[in-house]
């Protein structure tokens, strides 16, 4: 993909996840403001190591890694159900972390 054309989608969707948390937040202004390049960086990573993501989800799975797999999906959520009850900014934040982190780690396993 051209990154152009990347980092204009990217821009995009970090623009309607703050948006979206713009609509619906009463308070945590700051956290709301991160969201944009946040957001921004996931979807551009994403984007740069697709057939990377993509065959990871549909490789061989092991009891071990369907195993983490369900306790780090399950710590996700409860954390991430915990910040959206706290704020919808923070949740959001918290949900583009956990991405964030994910995106790392596959886009370093992709340049080994």
Request: glycine share 12%; aromatic share 8%.
């Amino acid at each position: 993909m051209r990154p152009a054309l990347r980092y204009t989608i990217s821009l995009t969707v970090g623009l309607v996840v703050t948006v979206l948390a713009a609509e619906f937040a009463t308070s945590d202004y700051l956290i709301m403001f991160s969201l944009l390049p946040l957001y921004g960086a996931v979807t551009s990573m994403l984007l740069a190591h697709k057939q990377q993501w993509l065959s990871l989800s549909r490789g061989e799975s092991t009891r071990s890694t369907r195993k983490r797999g369900a306790i780090i999906g399950g710590l996700g959520a409860f954390t991430g159900c915990l910040l959206l009850q706290a704020s919808i900014p923070a949740g959001f934040a918290g949900y583009g972390l956990m991405l964030l982190g994910m995106a790392g780690a596959i886009g370093d396993m992709a340049e080994s």
